[in-house]
């Protein structure tokens, strides 16, 4: 029994990894897929571990206080708009500007990607461990 249960695990894990991936994609969270591909599946001694190892994982799922912006940081959002908003370089230094001003004063709200999903995963689980306790006939009395 303990073998179907490490199993469903692993499998379970997988199957949450690719639920999280589009749950980033359904809410556009990410414009170049790094947080979404961040998502990763490990085993470690025995265990299985779901993480994100993008930079700004922390961020994006818990949200910050208020802080200031770096000039990398206000770099990178004046290329976003670029990217995302389509707006030219101009109108993208300004964006980044009031983008940064409002991190500033308020911070970043969490988008709560992987607190969201918890019950998906223990839904993929029961679905993963029940599947195998059939198959390998295992009876409860």
Not at 40 to 60: Q, S, W
Not at 108 to 118: E, G, L, M, T
Not at 120 to 128: K, N
Request: aromatic share 8%; glycine share 6%; net charge positive.
């Amino acid at each position: 029994m303990q073998r179907c249960v490490d199993v469903a695990m692993k499998l379970a894990a997988g199957r949450w990894k690719s639920y999280l991936k589009k749950s980033v994609d359904d809410k556009d969270i990410t414009h170049t897929g790094r947080y979404r591909d961040g998502f990763v599946v490990r085993t470690l001694g025995g265990k299985v571990i779901i993480e994100n190892d993008h930079p700004a994982a922390a961020v994006i799922e818990l949200g910050c206080a208020p802080h200031p912006v770096s000039l990398e940081g206000q770099e990178a959002i004046r290329i976003w708009a670029i990217e995302k908003l389509g707006v030219d370089p101009e109108e993208a230094r300004r964006a980044a500007f009031l983008i940064s001003r409002h991190i500033r004063e308020y911070g970043q709200q969490p988008k709560y990607v992987v607190r969201d999903a918890i019950p998906r995963l223990l839904e993929i689980f029961a679905e993963e461990l029940h599947s195998l306790l059939k198959r390998e006939r295992v009876q409860f009395s």
